[in-house]
């Protein structure tokens, strides 16, 4: 029986260059106010065309700019040359900066919840339905401020992605609280501040086994407080205005909500999926508070109700991720066919003519080849045609997820970006994504620059590269979408953040000699199975990057001694042995760790399952 | 026949929030069982802006005008289901005994295939209940199965009256009594929660007329802390809902008649009601409606005892009766489950046909809308290929004004509108789903019973 090789040649190598962007200079104080950006290539604002120009910057503003600019003599000089600057991106909705709630701290209602309570022992608090605000997740009065930290690290993460400025709200359940602006600089927390309490954060979370838990409870409760907080401004507004009137009531979250009944404090409402966001619009219907719809994933479903411009947007910069099968199944396919083809073929052989599963199999099993038991595997594998219209169903909906930015952006919605629920690892993944399915980068930029400005009410400060602006640059080595561009410099009101980028040559760890180090001689192994140990031999050899291996056990007594598949990755090696075990072929696969002179590991064997291996080296090659 | 459900879908897809789309149609030749006018055989009927204009032989209709021919087919109203949970995202609001403020309306869900199930088994307006886990639960929601429509609002059957749930008996002590330490523990309880309710209500309702008339007076009335809770029972007590009260014994029923005398509501139908029959005179006399499972009990202690003639007993005595499903199955059979009562019980069949039909219709207050095939109501209407009595009986098309919704020749396997992209296998692949009373009440329990 002819058996193939599959021997890896261990000298491919190709150094790839890993781009790994540092910041250098987080700890250093500024020496001076004055920075000089020279001969940028500058963008200054989405779909303006690129120019060359030097950007002076002091004390956190853009000063001058422009192509013959005159550099003072103060100024620290950044030369980009061949760089590309872009007014840095503004977070529409997001958490950067947020702590995770102390889930330690005790809660205010009865302790362990309904579902744990001493039915005996009568609760201090009559019941979870009449809980104070805090348990019930009604905190509208709560600023995000005290739970911010310049420690947290989501800072530096997203400003290294490009982020200069963000509005960020608190984490809670129904009614968190409100939300600031921040910029994403500073020595202590309180530099990150600019502007606090300018948003109210709404979600359908509801408040586990306290009122309102569900999302009727929390319309409910939204209705009623709405409802207070309106007939409480008119109280206030008649007690100035008007004689003999009775002193307002005073509720700590109908008076926080007061803002948000003067349509002067917007809602952000998150609303990742359609029908969050429908809910979301229902209730912006029925009680009239300024709305943006955020976090939204699937906005296009319900496009047409964000073209009157009443209610803003802010999409989610998270994607969906593809968890179809197919790809593994791609990956796999090949892999499982050539096993079950030759587990086939080896069944086949093992069972006399007459017994064949199917016609195709009827010829003498001796003349089988791999390529006849493929064609049988082929027609006994059945596809489901229901699955495959899933599967096709579903590809069609993570298309149009990706679609969202590109479909909107077509039909003229306005919309800006937010992070709150995206990951930075993901950043430049996911607006590439979004790129390729139909949003362009001016589209994309105004959605990370003039559009979230705007919503947030700081287009005259922000947004744009021009004079009298914050100086919130990003410095990148290529077209900031582009594939491989890379955040040399991230300048945040003024304050320089460089990155380095280095080539790291990564070596495909199939390097010959360490290869040769690692794995040539003569091993011993020890497989221990439930009844018995196994022990036996292994032998290495390395000739011209390619490795070739040998068993001996006293357990084979027959067939090949060959070992296949032979890979060695970094240090770990893995490779294939056929066993002859009276008659039965059963392939065992080896993946061992190799740790200098001994390995240890495992070795799979089909259905029997996985055993421990372990080993030492014998005897060094002799050179 | 064809497409017609595909054409109506992408039609509906651009719709703008709030229309409500309606369709024109003429359904040719069929036995048309209008329920409250007898059977017509080979009759039109012609429909108009999703509403029913004429009925008829040989009815002209205006040119293109779409026809349906139900030559050798049995056209019946559309099916009402009177108790279900379908449709809904929140069935539940478990936290506290009392919460007739939450509005399962504000929870529907546009997606949920169980209502395009329903629309396969002729089912054309359901009643989409909030749970029995609380004494006083929240307001139901009457919707219409316009399934394809992707805003959630236009399920909503316009101008339907409000309707409230109420629970008597186990389900409620055990989710608060038993699971979370408060009134009520037991029956006695249940009433007093109950009354305490009425009472908070009244007592809102009059500072809520004082106010008006002192504002009347004086333009700086200071209004009483609005209370969605306490108004809404004053609502109750206005005769402005309907309730719709989970029972199953004949002295629970009684117990709440007499609270309900004590507080001058009338409007009521008990749901379930399966010791109903026990006090079939004394619901009439009342005028409390009843809305029961053909054959189901002893499913737990206090459903220990009921009898399939529940509905033949209840509807003899004069009480206006249903028969509904409770369930995102039994919604889909709705009409076997009325013909159960010609085998237990012998109603006629027009009897039968309004306990699915006009019956439901009254008990939730649209029956000058749906419940029956005439002219100028609803174009809800279901086609069969038998009598829809008969086993061999099976839905061939369903009809929601005037459009058409399920079509047998026209059933892609897969009917979803909504596909989330992460999911792991399809709803439809193994995924129980559990339209009942007690969802979401998991969490309420110690044990569950």
Known sequence: MKRKFFLIPLFILGFIAVIIAQPVSEDLPQVTGCIALINAKVIAAPGKPVQVETIIMRDGLITDIGPRVKIPADAYRVP???????????????SIGVKNPDTDAPRGGPQGGPGNRDRNSHPAVDDEGNASLEDAGITPFRSVRPTVDIKEKSIADWRAQGFAIAHIVPKGKMIPGKGSLIILSGKKTDDLFWKEDISMFAQWSGAGDTYPSTVIGIMAKWRELYHNATQDLAQQTSYTNAMLVPRPHYNQAHEALIPVVKKDMPVYFRAPKVKDISRALAMQKDLGMKMVISDAEEAWYLKDQFKSGTISLVLSLALPEDKSDKKKDEAKAEEKDKKEAKEKNEEAMLRPAHAQPDATAQQPAKEKNVDSTQTIIKNTIKTDPEKEAFEKKRAQSLKE??????????????????????????????????????????????????????????????????IGKMANVIVSSKPIFEKDAAIRYMIVEGNLYE?????????????????????????????????????????????????????????????NKELESIVLDGNTLAFTFDLDMGGQMMTLEFNLKMNGESFDGNVNVGEFGSFPVTGQRTSKPKN | ?????????????????GQVPTGDMIIRKGTVLTITKGTLTETDILVQKGKISAIGKELKAPAGTKEIDATGLFVMPGIIDAHSHIGIDAVNEATNPITPEVKVGDAIDPFDMAIYR???????????????????????????????????????????PRTLKFALGENPIRVHGEGRGVQPRTRMGVERVIRNAFAEGQVYRDKMKAYELEKVKNPNAVPPVYNERYQTMADILDGKIIIQCHSYRADEILMLMNVLRDFGVKKITFQHANEGF??????????????????????????????AYNATILTRNGVVTSINSDSGEMIRHLYYEAAKTQRYGGLSD??????????????????????????????????????????????????????????????????????????????????????ECMRGTDLMFNNRH
């Not at chain 1, 980009?80 to 997001?94: C, E, H, K, N, R």
């Not at chain 2, 089912?123 to 929240?138: C, K, Q, Y």
């Not at chain 2, 004394?282 to 009898?307: I, P, R």
């Not at chain 2, 058409?404 to 399809?426: G, L």
Request: charged share 20%; proline share 4%; aromatic share 10%.
């Open chain 2, 278 to 307: 026990k006090v079939a005179p004394e619901l009439a006399a009342f005028g409390a409606m009843a809305s029961v499972f053909s054959d189901w009990w002893a499913y737990k202690f206090e459903v220990y005892y009921s009898t």
């Open chain 2, 1 to 17: 026949m064809r497409n017609i459900i595909f054409l109506s879908l992408l039609f509906s897809f651009h719709l703008v929030v």
């Open chain 1, 499 to 559: 990155y380095e980028v280095k080539e790291k040559k990564k070596n495909s760890g199939k390097e010959s000699a360490s290869a040769k180090g690692l794995i040539s001689g003569t091993w011993s192994y020890t497989i221990e199975t439930p009844d018995q140990k196994r022990e036996g031999t292994l032998e290495f050899t390395d000739q011209s990057g390619s490795i070739t291996g040998t068993i001996t056990s006293s357990d084979i007594t027959s067939g």
């Open chain 2, 350 to 435: 027009d009897e039968a046909l309004s306990l699915i039909t006009i019956n439901p219709a009254r008990q939730l207050g649209i029956d000058d809308k749906v419940g029956s095939i005439e002219i100028g109501k609803d174009a809800d209407i279901a086609i069969f290929s038998g009598h829809p009595l008969s086993v061999y009986a099976v839905p061939q098309m369903t009809i929601v004004d005037g459009i058409v919704r399920f079509d047998k020749e026209n059933d892609p396997s897969d009917m979803r509108i909504y596909i989330d992209p992460e999911e792991a296998t399809p709803a439809y692949y193994g995924r129980e789903e559990v339209d």
């Open chain 1, 80 to 94: 980009a040359d061949s760089l590309y600057a872009y007014p840095a991106f503004i977070d529409a909705f997001s």
């Open chain 2, 118 to 160: 329903a629309l396969a088994g002729g089912v054309t307006t359901s009643h989409a209940m909030h749970g029995s886990a609380n004494v006083i639960g929240g307001q139901c929601q009457t919707i219409k199965h316009r399934y394809g429509l992707m805003d959630p609002s236009a399920f909503i059957f316009k101008d339907a």
């Open chain 1, 401 to 466: 997820h990706y679609q969202q930015a590109g479909v909107l952006a077509k039909e003229g919605i306005p919309f800006s970006f937010g992070t709150l629920s995206g990951k930075s690892a993901d950043f430049t993944k996911n607006i590439k994504l979004m790129m390729d399915n139909g949003l362009t980068s001016d589209q994309a930029l105004s959605a990370l620059t003039t559009q979230p400005a705007k919503l947030l009410g700081i287009e005259k400060n922000c947004g744009t590269i021009d």
